[in-house]
């Protein structure tokens, strides 16, 4: 019987590493690549006037020193301009014709070298807009991103529009130039100002875009995403703004509650995970073709937090990212070829709580939101960028540091102290990424905290910086025609105004059995809160548990997560797991557990007690608070 257990417990080991290979090629080799950085505006002070033609001499604005460079955006579609939002301070007063160089604008930045017709590497897209020319636009500029005829940009819940004119040309002025709000209504009536709609993405066809949006369910913060075709009233009869605009029409819910199962799926008293579960929580974009989308979903190991893409048409899900460090900034080249990231891995950040492959996700019905918040230290992030083939993470391959042949030291490109920012973009020949990084600044560093503020070496002292890499080896990929998004997404649920999705990540409290794939149990014990709308407690004991067939899985977790406010997460932690076998790890809380309070908006790590993990020796402990 011995031996007749032992072939099967190595009969399973090998299916499941035959299916985990699929049908990936060997990784690529690293290629070379080339860092340039790009030119910003000047630096001045915010008292009106020091943006002399001492300081700019070229007449076209000066930046903050901190806070300056706001975000970097895409290419233009030759991969010769980079869009980018800046804040422009300290201008000469009107009629100055550089009066017009003042807050928050979207500029061109020069990527080969040349000048504009001003002489100057820089051209501002929005400043001197007439108000007529810009009726009832919002404010926020985020996430730049160009349209494929070169004439318009998406910017925040915004389109600029220079009509029939290039961006780039001398004709593309404030005369010529429109911002047209976006709105998405979500009144049965088609009253008021719409839905707050957020991380707005271009469908690569320029017809559609994806969108997130909160929603506050059981004292929780909740988010959706959604797809919606762009189509422009130009005289609208219900609705704020009363002006033209673009109305987001066709809209689907990235869920459905009648055909999606849950990620934990319950059976009498039985428990398993579904991996094949559709569980978009942040819309991160679209795949080159347009035939994917990009997200962050729920965890395939427990508190680690991955990119997965899902085929429009028929729900097909991919894992791109399985490194335990945190992602979510991505793209996909347009040729769907190549996947840049922005990742915390090598930073360490995560691993004290990701470190340990291979556990089942299951206190991560409650956890998730407190794991992925502890990636940033306030404003500061730990994301360097990475370059990834088409089948992403495998084996031990965990693609290519873009920024990886610096020396470490004060301002050179990989720069520990120069953490990059979403979003990385590919020119759409294939042949170039963009990104951008900000420099850590109190009160991530200095004071209190036991990181010193380096100084910046950047020009005036700037904080923020645009880097190209050119993957030199690479021919310009032909750029070819993007089949149209479908209105209907078969898997998804179309939406309708007055549609609240349901709750999808919810247990009723039990006893239940988890069976590993290969060998083992563990018991799941699930404890809801006092009035049944919510999980309170999770608790798993883990015995010779396991998924892979190599590992096995051992002792106890217990996590119990209370919500203060909607933003406030409040996580006791308990853990004293094992692993074994070709793995040797232990993920253990100190003898009082691990206690942290953390918000998602303020991302600021505050913990009693501690939380470890260690694998094959090498010892991963969690950061210091406030750091």
Not at 508 to 537: C, H, K
Not at 572 to 582: A, C, I, K, P, T
Request: net charge negative.
């Amino acid at each position: 019987m011995f031996l007749v257990n032992l072939f099967l417990l190595v009969l399973r080991a090998l299916i499941v590493a035959v299916n985990t290979k699929a049908d990936a090629p060997p990784p690529p080799e690293p290629e070379p690549i080339e860092i340039i950085k790009l030119p910003l505006p000047p630096v001045a002070s915010a008292i009106e006037g020091p943006c002399t033609p001492e300081v700019d001499p070229l007449r076209t604005g000066c930046i903050l020193q901190h806070g300056g460079l706001v975000q970097g955006g895409s290419f233009l579609p030759d991969g010769n301009h980079v869009i980018a939002r800046v804040n422009y301070t300290g201008a000469v007063a009107a009629p100055d014709p550089a009066s017009i160089y003042t807050g928050d604008q979207i500029i061109l930045i020069k990527a080969d070298g040349t000048s504009f017709s001003s002489g100057s590497p820089f051209k501002c897209i929005t400043c001197g807009v007439p108000e007529g020319n810009a009726q009832g636009r919002a404010e926020a500029l985020d996430y730049p991103q160009a349209f494929r005829g070169g004439r318009r940009i998406l910017a925040g819940t915004n389109i600029i529009d220079c009509g029939e004119f290039d961006l780039t040309s001398d004709e593309c002025g404030p005369e010529s130039t429109f911002i047209h709000p976006i709105r998405w209504n979500t009144a049965v009536d088609g009253s008021g100002e719409g839905g707050s709609i957020r991380e707005l993405r271009l469908h690569p066809d320029n017809l559609y875009l994806g969108f997130n949006s909160f929603a506050y369910a059981a004292g929780k913060l909740n988010q959706y995403a959604y797809t919606s075709r762009l189509t422009f009233n130009p005289a609208p009869t219900t609705g704020s703004p009363m002006v033209p605009r673009y109305d987001l029409t066709n809209v689907n819910v990235l869920f459905n509650e009648n055909t999606t199962q849950p990620p934990l799926v319950v059976d009498g008293n039985q428990i398993r995970v579904n991996n094949e579960a559709i569980t978009v929580g942040e819309f991160r974009g679209f795949s080159g073709s347009g035939r994917e989308a990009t997200y962050i979903g729920y965890p395939r190991e427990s508190s680690n937090i991955d990119v997965f893409a899902i085929d429009l048409t028929d729900g097909t899900i991919r894992r791109l990212t399985s490194h335990p460090e945190y992602c979510d900034p991505v793209d996909i080249s347009a040729d769907d070829e190549w996947i840049a990231i922005m990742d915390t891995r090598g930073s360490g950040r995560q691993m004290f709580m990701a470190g340990m492959r291979n556990i089942p996700p299951i206190t991560d019905i409650i956890t998730t939101t407190a794991a992925s918040s502890t990636r940033n230290n306030g404003r500061r992030r730990f994301f360097q960028p990475y370059l990834l083939d088409r089948y992403g993470d495998r084996g031990d391959y965990y693609g290519q540091q873009v920024n990886a042949a610096g020396d470490g030291s004060p301002g050179s490109i990989n720069d520990p102290n120069w953490n990059g920012m979403a979003d990385p973009r590919f020119s759409l020949d294939t042949t170039r990424l963009v990104y951008w990084q900000a420099l850590v600044v109190p009160p991530a560093c200095g004071g209190v905290n036991p990181l010193p503020c380096p100084n910046s070496t950047e020009p005036g002292g700037r904080t923020e910086r645009i880097m190209v890499a050119d993957f030199t080896s690479r021919q310009p990929v032909p750029i070819s025609t993007v089949e149209p998004l479908s209105d209907t997404i078969p898997w998804a649920a179309p939406y309708e105004p007055g549609y609240a999705p349901s709750r999808t990540l919810f247990v009723p409290g039990g006893v239940y059995t988890l069976y590993g794939a290969v060998n083992g149990s563990a018991q799941v014990t699930i404890v809801e809160n006092g009035d049944g709308t919510a999980i309170e407690t999770v608790h798993v004991a883990y015995d010779s548990f396991s998924d892979d067939g190599p590992t096995f899985l051992d002792g106890t977790e217990n996590a119990t997560v209370r919500n203060p406010t909607v933003t406030l997460n409040m996580v006791d932690w308990y853990s004293d797991l094992v692993q074994s076998g070709q793995t040797s790890a232990t993920k253990r809380t100190s003898p009082d557990g691990f206690h942290l309070s953390i918000d998602v908006n303020l991302n600021e790590f505050n913990a009693n007690g501690t939380l470890s993990t260690t694998v094959n020796g090498t010892l991963y402990t969690q950061p210091a608070n406030g750091t």
